[in-house]
């Protein structure tokens, strides 16, 4: 039923009847991967950061892409499990307009976080947050934590605990590729 909608609004254009409809679609893909949905989107908080290869990378710079930013650390076991999920994940990103950056938060552990991604060689960004200032801004408690952030830079999801990114994930992507929901508001 889902398919079938997201047809007929492709086909017939969008009016704002049927951006709803999408969004009721997308809601349900959101809802059954556990995706916690704001009431009110807000901008997210900008950052940049220094990645595992030495390059400074920024949010804002990756304004008009979606972004799953992905908080982790290496003494997380769950987060440690995610990761080939996520190198996966990656590989199939490679021509969509999403993007995947990882945010290990250890602190004083750089080199065994380069030693851990060295081992997976992953196709992400992986960005190092040694003080703490990103995952406060962006309140972190528990670990692995994702947020979804749609291609106006407003967050659009918070994820909570680990996931099987290669089941759900290609679904939760193609909502957060079609950024609907932003127009709607």
Known sequence: ??????????????????????????????????????????????FSLKGVDGKVRSLSSLRGKSVMLHFWATWCAPCRQEMPLLHGLSKELEDDDVVLLCVNVDRGNQAG??????????????????EGDVRNAYSIRALPTTYLIGRDGKLSGLIMGERDWSKAAPALLKAMQADIKGVAE
Do not use: E, S, Y
């Not at 969004?23 to 959101?30: E, F, I, R, Y």
């Not at 997976?120 to 992986?126: M, S």
């Open 1 to 46: 039923m889902k398919t079938l909608i997201l047809l007929v609004v492709a086909w017939a254009g969008l009016t704002q009847t049927d951006i709803v409809a999408v969004n009721l679609a997308h809601a349900d893909v959101m809802a059954d991967f556990g995706v916690v949905q704001p009431k009110t989107r807000m901008l997210a908080p900008d």
């Open 113 to 130: 976080v380069k030693d851990f991604m060295g081992a997976i060689n992953p196709d992400f960004n992986t960005l190092l947050d040694p």
